[in-house]
C-alpha cells in the first residue's frame, strides 16, 4: 500500500503507515501535529481486494483541519 499525505504547499507529511491484516484497516500516525486551517491531500494506490486485485487507480481526496480552541472563560 502506497499512502501519502500532502500539505497545501505540496509537502510531503512524515508519519507512520500500519496495516492490520485482520480488520483490513490501514492506519497513519503524522509523525508531527497537522496545521490548522491547513487543506491536505492523501493519496492511496497498491491496495487490493481480497481476490488479490488491485484498484484500478490511486484514490485522493482532501480534508481541511480545524483551527485550536482555547477556552479564555468558564462561558467557553
Known amino acids: 500500500i502506497s499512502f501519502t ?8 507529511v512524515a508519519g507512520n503507515l500500519s496495516y492490520n491484516n485482520q480488520t483490513h484497516v490501514a492506519t497513519f500516525i503524522p509523525s508531527a501535529q497537522l496545521l490548522s ?17 488491485t484498484i484500478a487507480a490511486p484514490v485522493t481526496w482532501t480534508f481541511t483541519t480545524q483551527g485550536i480552541w482555547t ?6
Open 37 to 53: 486551517f491547513m487543506t491536505y491531500t492523501v493519496t492511496v494506490s497498491g491496495v487490493k481486494d481480497l481476490s488479490g486485485n
Open 71 to 76: 477556552q479564555t472563560s468558564v462561558a467557553d
Open 5 to 12: 499525505v500532502r500539505d497545501s504547499f505540496n509537502a510531503t
